[in-house]
């Protein structure tokens, strides 16, 4: 594999996990999402009422979230409850996994510009 490559492979999935997480109010809502004493669904009201923070404001994060299709709504009566997409998250635990993973420099095929 060429060093290009090397860099280029997933980064465009990657700054989109990386700087979507980067927000702090994000992450806490993917962590309540995840976690099982909510049973992984919460509208828009819980997560205010939980975070402390505006309807609005939960609205605007859950939109970016739901951008890169980790976080999904599902109509619940009169009100919205959003929930982890597990297809999404296993994908971004992946493409994590794989950046943060060293590999060795046995695997890397010889080019033009080696990395060390």
């Known amino acids: 594999m060429e060093v290009q490559d090397i860099i280029e492979q997933n980064t465009g999935e990657q700054v989109a996990v990386f700087s979507t997480l980067a927000?702090?109010?994000r992450l806490r809502i993917v962590k309540l999402l995840c976690h099982k004493q909510f049973r992984g669904a919460?509208?828009?009201n819980a997560l205010a009422a939980i975070l402390g923070i505006t309807q609005?404001?939960?609205s605007q994060?859950?939109?970016i979230l739901?951008?890169?299709g980790l976080v999904k709504g599902?109509?619940?009566g009169y009100h919205i409850h959003y929930l982890i997409n597990p297809d999404a998250l296993e994908q971004y635990r992946s493409i994590v996994s794989t950046l943060l993973t060293i590999?060795?420099?046995s695997k890397w095929r010889k080019s033009k510009n080696p990395i060390n």
């Open 23 to 25: 927000d702090p109010t």
């Open 42 to 44: 919460l509208c828009v």
């Open 56 to 58: 609005s404001a939960v």
């Open 61 to 63: 994060h859950l939109r």
């Open 66 to 68: 739901k951008s890169i």
């Open 74 to 76: 599902e109509r619940r």
């Open 103 to 105: 590999e060795e420099p």
